[in-house]
């Protein structure tokens, strides 16, 4: 992948054997767990520090050395070091919810969650390689309350078994891939053994966050199993290395499809030329830019939301500018599911609300203050 114009060469940082830096395992257990760590990569600033303090406990933080290697030391506004490093606004967010999109209301067992009749979420932990500030499940990522155990996900299964319209299992969390090839295996067996199971889905940050996780044994694995299909969540064009690439790649290679969910961010991807370099790095990758999904109303993110008539100005502005496969469909997901940000779907602002019309019908009032 060397050479891909939009790729970012990343060599192994000075001072650390490369066996070691390529492990997955060692990056998971040198993970960033505090402010004196975090200051091996950046230098933190006295906000940064404060917020890991205060906010740790809440919203849990952790970084991978690999993706803390990628952030700028002396730019507390680098927009990959603002995705995962806490900072105290996000204490000052009266507005936001736990569980914007009601999952817990859809889950008839824990941790499946059902909103469409013939597919499902299924949550199989609440582990990830790193915790983004802006995460859809920050209430349970990382707590002990929501940690699967093997008699749990095997009634999750059991579940699934007795439900014949289920068709489409997406596999997230957490982050399945965060689980060892054999737990996952386990899982993947179960599923397949289900006639009904069609499709087996994975959605997963750690192509972005700990692309040496996708080894050639992994995509070996997942190539068993097939129809497997691969979603994952590059935000920033400098989330774009070579060791990016090159997992992506290897799971290219197996016959598994790979497409990407990115969050629209305020300050972070919110204009065209970053979205625009985004998107045609992705597809020059063979990755398909799939959603970019508005920012939910989750509590801790309103320094990430944007107005929803601005991301659609955003996405308008891309067509007819770029190849319509590299344009990713604006959504905003709702407990009703996720509603496509344009005509018909979009019933446009009344008051200090966005109204949209999910395919039930149901009308969603998303709320969305101006700037």
């Not at 935000?235 to 969050?263: K, M, W």
């Amino acid at each position: 992948m060397n050479g891909m114009r939009g790729v970012r060469a990343h060599p192994v940082p000075e001072g650390i054997d490369p066996d070691d830096w390529t492990s997955w395992s060692w990056q998971m257990q040198n993970r960033v767990r505090s402010a004196d760590e975090l200051a091996r990569w950046v230098d933190p600033s006295p906000d940064e520090i404060a917020a890991i303090e205060t906010l740790s406990d809440r919203f849990h933080f952790v970084i991978t050395p690999y993706y803390a290697s990628l952030m700028r030391r002396d730019d507390p506004e680098c927009p990959l070091r603002r995705q995962v490093v806490p900072r105290s606004v996000e204490a000052g967010d009266p507005a936001g919810l736990a569980d914007p999109l009601e999952e817990v209301l859809h889950s008839p067992v824990k941790n499946v969650i059902r909103v469409y009749p013939d597919r499902i979420a299924f949550c199989v932990n609440n582990e990830c390689a790193l915790y983004c500030r802006f995460c859809l499940r920050k209430r349970m990522v990382g707590d002990l309350e929501w940690t699967m155990k093997k008699r749990e996900l095997g009634e999750a299964l059991d579940w699934i078994a007795a439900t014949p319209e289920i068709r489409d299992v997406l596999l997230t969390g957490g982050d399945p891939l965060s689980y060892s090839d054999a737990r996952l295996e386990w899982i993947l067996e179960r599923l397949r053994a289900i006639p009904h199971v069609d499709i087996i889905r994975l959605g997963t940050r750690l192509p972005v966050t700990l692309p040496y996780r996708v080894t050639d044994e992994l995509c070996e694995l997942l190539a068993r199993y097939h129809p497997v299909w691969v979603n994952t969540h590059f935000n920033h064009p400098a989330e774009l290395t070579t060791a990016a690439a090159e997992a992506c790649d290897r799971l290219l290679r197996a016959g598994i499809p790979v497409g990407n969910q990115s969050v629209l961010l305020r300050g972070i991807n919110d204009d065209p030329e970053t979205m625009k370099e985004l998107c045609e790095t992705l597809v020059r990758m063979r990755v398909r830019p799939y959603y970019v999904y508005q920012a939910q109303l989750l509590e801790g993110t309103a320094h990430f939301r944007t107005p929803i008539e601005d991301g659609i100005e955003l996405f308008r502005g891309l067509r007819g500018r770029t190849s319509g496969f590299a344009i990713p469909q604006y959504v905003l997901d709702t407990p009703f599911g996720k509603v496509p940000l344009d005509h018909p779907w979009a019933q446009g602002r009344d008051g200090e609300d966005f109204v949209v019309e999910a395919w039930t019908g149901d009308l969603w009032r998303e709320p969305n203050p101006r700037r």
